[in-house]
């Protein structure tokens, strides 16, 4: 549900891709009630699952019917009725973020994910991937974990690890433990793939007290991070703001000759 806040007035006929939506569709369906056409991706999308699906969409359904009372429920009353994901609802793209197979050039109009992209192997390409399915125009919204996963307690102990060390748990952990990428870091990766920053919101932040003991410990490691400011640091969740600008550039065209 966090998703659809503040994107949800405006979306009729309008095309929403969702990175790495979960075990369920959520927050796309309440788009589609809102009008949307809308698409999940993931590597391994989440199957129907017999009792949870029927019982989780008809809770969503009803708090809808009681909260949300000018939305037409009709996708959400299809998939209860049927007891599975009618065909195209949502339409379902089976594919990594980094390489999205069967989304054409300049498609959709918004991209949304909510903590995926600390997970990805390269976010180059999938910044770049992105870039290339966005329509002329169109937005990116994008919740952003920036913590050690291994342990939310002790939210950048693996800041301190080089980079070798630390390429190897992200691939044992098939990227489970979070990237080391900091916000800066991710807002210039969609910049250099073409994206206009519209604005980057902190919402989350590590404790002074556990920031005055890491400080210490990462300065005096080899960690490419060991020089960061601690105001970056301290910024561990965000969401990022994105606009593919109207106009294709230079950069784009090239792009496509090759």
Known sequence: MTLVRGISDDIRERSVLELGPGINFGSSLVLAC??????????????????????FYRALNAWLADNRLSLDRTPLTRIISTNAYPRHLPIQVHAPAERLAGLADCTVDIVLSNAVLEHVINLA????????????????????????????????EYLLLGDAEFGAMFR????????????????????????????FDANMFAEDRYLDDFLPRL??????Y???????????SGRLFLRKPKRAT??????HSN
């Open 34 to 55: 809102h009008g949307a056409r809308v698409l999940v991706a993931d590597r391994f999308l989440a199957p129907w699952q017999d009792p949870y699906h029927p019982s």
């Open 125 to 156: 390409a999938v910044a770049a991937e992105l870039y290339r399915v966005t329509k002329p125009g169109g937005l990116g919204i994008h919740q952003v974990d920036f913590r050690d996963h291994r342990d939310f307690a002790h939210p950048l």
């Open 172 to 199: 044992r952990s098939h990227g489970e433990c979070g990237s080391q990428i900091r916000h800066e870091d991710l807002t210039e990766q969609f910049r250099c793939a073409g994206f206009e920053i519209l604005h």
């Open 219 to 224: 300065r005096g490691t080899a960690s490419r």
């Open 226 to 236: 060991r020089e960061v400011p601690r105001e970056t640091l301290a910024i561990i």
């Open 250 to 255: 230079a950069l784009d065209s090239s792009q």
